[in-house]
C-alpha cells in the first residue's frame, strides 16, 4: 500500500526526504526547508505535510523522535523526523532515476548546456 | 481569529487526520502566521492554505489505512471465519460510479412506485367515482372501528344506520341522528343521546327479493315505484309536490321511459331524476344496495354500546393528533365527529390543551362525519356568544346552536383554518360549511365530498331505499347547502399540500397582528 502511495515518488514527498537529508526537523522545519531548497516555488500547507509524512512514516522511510522543543521557536514540544536508511536509499534511487532523465534531456537537447 | 478559523477549517479533514496531526498543523498554521506578517505574506499564506485545503481533504478521505485493515483482522478470534473488508486499493471510479448508478436507480424506483400507490387509496377513490358514492356508506371502504358494529346494525347499512353507536365515523350517523330528531315517530330510549336513537318505522312498499343475478325486470320495476310512491307520499316534506313526483313516476313508467334500464344502480339513478325534475331537491334520493338490506332496526344493545365505548376509548375518540405547531398554532387532528356522551372529556381535554393557542388548525381531511351534537360541542369553543349552525336535517332546535362562551376558553377570538379534502363529508362539512358561512374559519384544501345526508332513511325493499326529507331546515346563509356539491374550499389546494399552506397564512396573520 505505502509503496503504491510511493511510486512514482511524489515530489512533496521526495522534496520532504531531501529535506530531511541535512538533519532531522520539525514540521515547520520541513516546510521551510523545502520552500528553501525549491527556491519557494514549493510552500507545503499542513494537509499535504503531515499527509506526506505519515505516508513516509508507514513505508519507513523516516521516522519520528521524541517531542522537544525548538530554541528558536518558544516553549512548544514539537515532534522531529529524521530519514531512515531506507529513505536515504530510496531518496538516493530517485535522484538517481532523475539524473538519468537529465541526462536523457541533456542528450535530446532539451536543456541548454549552462545550467547543469 | 485567523487562528481560530483554521482551526475550524481542519474540522474538514477525516478524525483519523486530526487525531494525527491535528495539532501539528495548528502549530504550523501558528508558526507561519507569527513568521510572516505583513499583508501580501498574510494574503499568501491564505492562498496557500485554502488552495491546499482543496486538494488534501479529498485526498485524506479517499486514502485507505492499511492499519485499519490488518488491526481488525487480527482481533478476529480464532476459528471463526474473517474476512478483509476493506481492500487495499481505494475503489476504482469504475466501482463508484456503478454504485452511484445503482442508489439512484433505487431512490428513483422507490419514489415512483410510492407515488404510483398513494393514487390508488379505494377511499378518495370511491368517493370520486361517484357522486352518489357518499351517500352510501355501504360501498365506503369500512373503518376498522366501524367494522365490529356492521352486523350488528337495525334498520340499515344504508344511510339509516347511523344509529349504530360504533360509526362515529360514518356519515350516515349524522344524518341520522338528525332524521331521528326531526322525524316524529323516532323512540328515543331514556338517558340516549340521538345517534343511539331509533328509527322504528315499518318500511312501505313490498319485500322483494332482487338479487345482483338477474335482470331487473317489469315487475320489480312497479314494485320499486309503488314503494317510492307509498313512501313519498306518506313523508315527503311537501305533500302537493309528492303528489306531482309520484304521478311524474307513475307517467314514465307508462310511457315506457324505463324499460330500457335493466341495471338496477342505474333505475335507482333514473328515478331519482324523475323526482327531480318535478323539484329539484338535493337531498331527495333513491338508492340502491347489492347487499340486502337488512329488515328490522335494532336498538344497540348494551354490548354495543360497550363495544362502541371501548372502540373510541383505543382511538382517543378519533382525536388523532393535537400538536402546537412553531409560532404557538394549534394543530387538531379530528377522524370524526364521535358521540357527546362517550367523548365529551376527550373532547374537552383536547380544545384546553390547545387553550394557549394563537390560531387553530382543524384538520379534517379525514373526517367522514359524525354527530352533529358533537359538531356544535366543537364548534362551541370558537364563539363568544350562541352561534346557530345550520344542519339541513334540523329544523332551528336548541340543538342547532353552540354552547359559547365556554367558561375558560380563550379560543373565541383566535384565527381559525379548517383543512379539508374530497374525503371531508358530512358532519365535518356541516362543520366546515357553518364556519365558513358565519365567517369564522378559513377553509384550506380541496372541495369536500358533498354528503349532506338531510332525507330520512325508508326501505322499499331489500336492495332499494329512499332518502326523503320530511322537515325543512332554514338555511340562513345560502339557497344551497354542500349536498353533492360539496363545500368549497376559501384557499383551493391540494388535500396533502393544505397544512402547509394554512400554517403559511396562519403565520402571516399573526405576524400582522
Known amino acids: 500500500m505505502p509503496k503504491q502511495k510511493l511510486n512514482p515518488l511524489p515530489s512533496a514527498a521526495f522534496q520532504i526526504l531531501l529535506a530531511l537529508a541535512g538533519e532531522e526537523l520539525h514540521g515547520y522545519g520541513i516546510m521551510r526547508q523545502v520552500a528553501e531548497q525549491t527556491d519557494g516555488r514549493m510552500r507545503l500547507g499542513p494537509g499535504t505535510l503531515y499527509s506526506s509524512i505519515r505516508t513516509l512514516l508507514e513505508a519507513r522511510l523516516i521516522q519520528e523522535n521524541e517531542p522537544r522543543e525548538d530554541a528558536k521557536l518558544g516553549g512548544e514540544r514539537r515532534r522531529y523526523y529524521r530519514l531512515t536508511s531506507a529513505g536515504r536509499k530510496l531518496a538516493r534511487s530517485e535522484a538517481e532515476r532523475l539524473a538519468d532523465l537529465l541526462r536523457v534531456a541533456r542528450a535530446k537537447k532539451i536543456l541548454r548546456g549552462q545550467y547543469v | 481569529m485567523s487562528e481560530k478559523i483554521y482551526a475550524w477549517l481542519l474540522r474538514l479533514y477525516p478524525s483519523h487526520f486530526r487525531e494525527a496531526f491535528g495539532d501539528d498543523a495548528l502549530q504550523l498554521f501558528r508558526d507561519r502566521s507569527r513568521d510572516e506578517t505583513g499583508c501580501l505574506s498574510r494574503l499568501r499564506l491564505w492562498f496557500d492554505l485554502l488552495s491546499e485545503l482543496a486538494l488534501s481533504v479529498p485526498r485524506e478521505y479517499f486514502r485507505v489505512q492499511p492499519e485499519l485493515v490488518t488491526y481488525s483482522?487480527?482481533?478476529?478470534?480464532?476459528?471463526?471465519?474473517?474476512?478483509?473488508?476493506?481492500?487495499?486499493?481505494?475503489?476504482?471510479?469504475?466501482?463508484?460510479?456503478?454504485?452511484?448508478?445503482?442508489?439512484?436507480?433505487?431512490?428513483?424506483?422507490?419514489?415512483?412506485?410510492?407515488?404510483?400507490?398513494?393514487?390508488?387509496?379505494?377511499?378518495?377513490?370511491?368517493?370520486?367515482?361517484?357522486?352518489?358514492?357518499?351517500?352510501?356508506?355501504?360501498?365506503?371502504?369500512?373503518?376498522?372501528?366501524?367494522?365490529?358494529?356492521?352486523?350488528?346494525?337495525?334498520?340499515?347499512?344504508?344511510?339509516?344506520?347511523?344509529?349504530?353507536?360504533?360509526?362515529?365515523?360514518?356519515?350516515?350517523?349524522?344524518?341520522?341522528?338528525?332524521?331521528?330528531?326531526?322525524?316524529?315517530?323516532?323512540?328515543?330510549?331514556?338517558?340516549?343521546?340521538?345517534?343511539?336513537?331509533?328509527?322504528?318505522?315499518?318500511?312501505?312498499?313490498?319485500?322483494?327479493?332482487?338479487?345482483?343475478?338477474?335482470?331487473?325486470?317489469?315487475?320489480?320495476?312497479?314494485?320499486?315505484?309503488?314503494?317510492?310512491?307509498?313512501?313519498l307520499k306518506q313523508h315527503y316534506v311537501y305533500p302537493d309536490l309528492a303528489q306531482k313526483m309520484a304521478d311524474a313516476l307513475r307517467t314514465h313508467a307508462k310511457n315506457g321511459d324505463d324499460d330500457a334500464v335493466t341495471d338496477r344502480q342505474e333505475f335507482a339513478n333514473l328515478l331519482t331524476?324523475?323526482?327531480?325534475?318535478?323539484?329539484?331537491?338535493?337531498?331527495?334520493?333513491?338508492?340502491?344496495?347489492?347487499?340486502p338490506l337488512p329488515k328490522h332496526s335494532a336498538e344497540p344493545t348494551p354490548e354495543e354500546l360497550a363495544r362502541y365505548r371501548e372502540a373510541m376509548k383505543q382511538q382517543d375518540c378519533t382525536f388523532e393528533k393535537i400538536e402546537t405547531l412553531p409560532h404557538n398554532i394549534g394543530y387538531l387532528k379530528l377522524n370524526s365527529f364521535p358521540d357527546v356522551s362517550v367523548c365529551q372529556a376527550t373532547a374537552a381535554a383536547a380544545m384546553a390543551s390547545l387553550n394557549h393557542a394563537d390560531a387553530i388548525v382543524f384538520d379534517l381531511r379525514d373526517n367522514r362525519g359524525g354527530q352533529p351534537a358533537m359538531v356544535a360541542f366543537m364548534a362551541s369553543y370558537l364563539f363568544d356568544h350562541?352561534?346557530?349552525?345550520?344542519?339541513?336535517?334540523?329544523?332551528?332546535?336548541?340543538?342547532?346552536?353552540?354552547?359559547?362562551?365556554?367558561?375558560?376558553?380563550?379560543?373565541?377570538?383566535?384565527?381559525?383554518?379548517?383543512?379539508?379534502?374530497?374525503?371531508?363529508?358530512?358532519?365535518?362539512?356541516?362543520?366546515?360549511?357553518?364556519?365558513?358561512?358565519?365567517?369564522?374559519?378559513?377553509?384550506?384544501?380541496?372541495?369536500?365530498?358533498?354528503?349532506?345526508?338531510?332525507?330520512?332513511?325508508?326501505?322499499?325493499?331489500?336492495?332499494?331505499?329512499?332518502?326523503?326529507?320530511?322537515?325543512?331546515?332554514?338555511?340562513?346563509?345560502?339557497?344551497t347547502d354542500w349536498a353533492e356539491v360539496g363545500v368549497q374550499p376559501d384557499v383551493k389546494v391540494n388535500a396533502g399540500d393544505a397544512l402547509g399552506t394554512a400554517v403559511r397564512l396562519a403565520e402571516r396573520k399573526l405576524q400582522k397582528k
Not at chain 2, 331514556?190 to 319485500?207: A, D, E, S
Not at chain 2, 338535493?282 to 344496495?289: E, K, M, P, V
Open chain 2, 73 to 231: 483482522a487480527h482481533l478476529r478470534p480464532d476459528g471463526v471465519p474473517s474476512f478483509f473488508v476493506l481492500a487495499g486499493d481505494s475503489l476504482g471510479s469504475g466501482a463508484l460510479l456503478f454504485g452511484s448508478a445503482v442508489t439512484l436507480a433505487a431512490l428513483i424506483t422507490f419514489s415512483v412506485l410510492l407515488n404510483h400507490g398513494v393514487r390508488h387509496v379505494p377511499l378518495s377513490a370511491l368517493v370520486r367515482a361517484t357522486p352518489n358514492a357518499a351517500k352510501e356508506p355501504w360501498s365506503q371502504s369500512s373503518a376498522p372501528a366501524r367494522e365490529p358494529v356492521r352486523n350488528s346494525q337495525g334498520q340499515a347499512v344504508s344511510p339509516a344506520s347511523g344509529e349504530q353507536p360504533g360509526m362515529a365515523e360514518n356519515s350516515s350517523q349524522f344524518e341520522n341522528a338528525n332524521a331521528s330528531d326531526s322525524s316524529s315517530n323516532a323512540l328515543q330510549p331514556p338517558g340516549m343521546t340521538p345517534p343511539f336513537k331509533q328509527q322504528n318505522r315499518q318500511p312501505q312498499g313490498i319485500v322483494s327479493p332482487a338479487t345482483a343475478n338477474t335482470k331487473l325486470d317489469a315487475a320489480e320495476r312497479y314494485r320499486v315505484i309503488d314503494g317510492a310512491v307509498a313512501n
Open chain 2, 386 to 479: 350562541p352561534e346557530y349552525l345550520y344542519n339541513p336535517r334540523e329544523n332551528t332546535t336548541e340543538k342547532s346552536w353552540t354552547h359559547s362562551p365556554v367558561p375558560g376558553n380563550r379560543l373565541a377570538n383566535k384565527p381559525v383554518y379548517v383543512l379539508t379534502s374530497a374525503r371531508t363529508l358530512s358532519g365535518a362539512e356541516q362543520f366546515s360549511y357553518d364556519l365558513k358561512m358565519l365567517k369564522r374559519a378559513t377553509l384550506v384544501g380541496e372541495t369536500t365530498g358533498g354528503a349532506a345526508h338531510s332525507g330520512v332513511w325508508h326501505r322499499i325493499d331489500d336492495h332499494f331505499g329512499m332518502g326523503i326529507p320530511e322537515t325543512e331546515a332554514i338555511n340562513p346563509f345560502s339557497k
Open chain 2, 273 to 291: 331524476r324523475q323526482m327531480r325534475e318535478v323539484s329539484p331537491d338535493r337531498h331527495l334520493t333513491l338508492d340502491y344496495s347489492e347487499a
